[in-house]
């Protein structure tokens, strides 16, 4: 029995007539004939019922065709799980992510991504939360790692939420926090060095010193994270960065945590809710979810 044999079974079942099948499944009458006899005669029984040129199913057709049916769209499954896991020996993914998630996050979860699938090329493309979504909203990215809230007027995403994560104070020897644990409002006289506009953590620790009612003070301002870790270091102020770059940042930096409350940020990861993200951008979201989930994910 082969599954051309049943398909051809399934389209004269369905269509009751032969030639009105046989263009169904794009093959010529006779052939599609031909074959249905075969398999009547491998399985020993008519299936169909010719008299007087109406096709109706005997009963060995009525009991063959859910079971044909079935069969057929397994083999269907079978077949688009292998064309799957075929793609996942090659392709890419594109992935978009601020700054200091590239520093915090990504090392270690691309690592483990890429001991999966050694074949997927990894594109990164660095950028503020508000960037990426404009690059998801054409199709640019396959997957974004963003801080929410999002931008107003986004498009329409779907967001999948990581993990919340801690900002904390880091600072140089020369120009170390004023007291540990810092406050917001112990910032007022303090230098600060600020990232570039666009950035999600100017925003928040911008918006945090205005809640306490004074405008911060930067030295410098308009670097990328590793530069603002630089002017860190050689001591021209404080910056405020997220915890896993604190974390991967070394021995020369003092990291002194935020007082209670203190400040967090939510990160996702987003896709657009229009279309699905391909096969190896999915299997990248499944590694995401699990390291995050297993590294405390979204603790309060």
């Given at each position: 029995m082969q599954l051309q044999q049943l398909r051809y079974f399934v389209a004269v079942a369905e269509a009751r007539h032969f030639t009105h099948a046989a263009e169904l499944v794009h093959v010529s009458q006779p052939s599609l004939s031909q074959q249905i006899r075969a398999l009547e005669k491998e399985l020993g029984a008519e299936l169909f019922s010719r008299a007087r040129g109406n096709i109706a199913l005997t009963e060995a057709g009525e009991a063959l065709l859910p079971l044909a049916r079935r069969i057929l769209a397994d083999a269907d499954t079978a077949r688009h799980e292998v064309q799957e896991l075929v793609q996942l020996r090659r392709g890419r993914v594109r992935l978009g992510a601020t700054?200091?998630?590239?520093?915090?996050?990504?090392?270690?979860?691309?690592r483990a991504f890429h001991d999966r699938h050694p074949g997927i090329q990894l594109l990164i493309d660095e950028g503020g939360s508000h960037d990426l979504v404009r690059r998801l909203a054409r199709g640019a990215l396959d997957l974004a790692l963003v801080v929410l809230p999002l931008p107003p007027a986004s498009p329409a995403l779907t967001t999948v939420e990581l993990l919340r994560e801690d900002l904390v104070v880091v600072s140089s020897a020369v120009s170390p926090a004023p007291r540990d644990p810092v406050r917001i409002s112990d910032l007022r006289d303090q230098p600060l060095v600020m990232f570039r506009h666009g950035y999600d953590l100017r925003e928040l620790t911008v918006a945090a010193c205005r809640a306490e009612g004074f405008e911060p003070a930067f030295t410098v301002e308009g670097g990328e994270?590793?530069?603002?870790?630089?002017?860190?270091?050689?001591?021209?102020?404080?910056?405020?960065?997220?915890?896993?770059?604190?974390?991967?940042?070394?021995?020369?930096?003092?990291?002194?945590?935020?007082?209670?409350?203190g400040l967090r940020r939510t990160i996702a990861l987003a896709h657009r809710s229009d279309v699905a993200p391909p096969r190896a951008a999915r299997e990248l979201q499944k590694v995401l979810l699990t390291m995050t989930a297993a590294d405390g994910g979204t603790d309060d």
């Open positions: 700054p200091s998630l590239c520093t915090g996050l990504l090392p270690d979860v691309l994270m590793d530069a603002v870790l630089g002017f860190v270091r050689a001591g021209l102020g404080l910056a405020v960065v997220p915890r896993m770059v604190a974390d991967r940042s070394g021995p020369d930096l003092r990291v002194t945590p935020i007082a209670r409350p």
